[in-house]
């Protein structure tokens, strides 16, 4: 069974741009959930999406969006990037159910210059 | 509100002895926790969970983690540790506060170096 795929792996953006990150659950996974992992913060919860819908969100600003589509796969988007914003942004997909675990991607490694 | 600590910045074994990885927890709720281990340039990997049942929960590569109740504990073990196992290593709980299935709350980390 395919994993987590997260595209792209690497990217680099000034600021001031924008920025969108897919993601591609695990098959019949219909929660997909994203992560903010820094130095200095550690790993912070962006929101978690289940069948199209936002289920819960962190405290991130709203230049911080994402959806998730009808296939279950994943977009985050980050308008007017800040310095701030370079990071590991992580995506997890699980069934859904609170005992269930997360299976995380491989990343995208957003620096913003 | 939930929260996980995770007291060690950085854990130093040698190969072939015991580890552990210590992680101390504050919910609400139902103490549902969850470890998981990240190598460089790579996503996060799960190792193992608590929900329910026996206090003593085993998981992958050997791992295994003990929930004390009483001390809010739920400490990452191996009997005998590879140097392979050099990571970082994440203590999460289940947010109760985000809604009926919540997120994951995780630790700050710690690095695991395991020394030839």
């Known amino acids: 069974k395919a994993g987590v795929t997260q595209t792209p792996r690497y990217l680099i953006k000034t600021r001031g741009q924008q920025v969108t990150l897919s993601c591609s659950p695990i098959?019949?996974?219909?929660?997909v959930s994203w992560y903010q992992q820094t130095p200095g913060q550690g790993l912070q919860f962006l929101f978690e999406y289940f069948s199209e819908t936002q289920r819960n969100k962190g405290n991130f600003p709203g230049r911080f969006s994402g959806r998730q589509f009808s296939n279950s796969r994943s977009e985050m988007n980050v308008s007017t990037l800040e310095l701030g914003d370079s990071a590991l942004y992580l995506c997890?997909?699980?069934?859904?159910?609170?005992?269930?675990?997360?299976?995380f991607g491989e990343g995208s490694r957003l620096t913003v210059l | 509100a939930q929260s996980v600590a995770q007291p060690e910045d950085q854990v130093n074994v040698a190969e072939g002895n015991p580890l552990t990885v210590k992680c101390t927890y504050s919910v609400s709720g139902n103490p549902y926790l969850f470890w998981y281990v990240q190598y460089p340039n790579r996503g996060l990997q799960f190792l193992l969970k608590?929900?329910?049942?026996?206090?003593l929960v085993k998981g992958s590569y050997g791992f295994e983690a003990e929930f004390n109740k009483s001390q809010t504990s739920f400490h990452l073990k191996k009997p005998s540790a590879l140097v392979s196992d050099s990571a970082l290593y994440f203590c999460a709980v289940r947010d109760w506060d985000g809604g009926s299935q919540g997120n994951l709350i995780f630790g700050k980390g710690t690095k695991l170096s395991v020394k030839p």
């Open positions: 608590y929900i329910t049942g026996d206090n």
């Open positions: 098959s019949g996974h219909r929660s």
């Open positions: 997890a997909s699980s069934q859904g159910t609170s005992g269930g675990e997360l299976f």
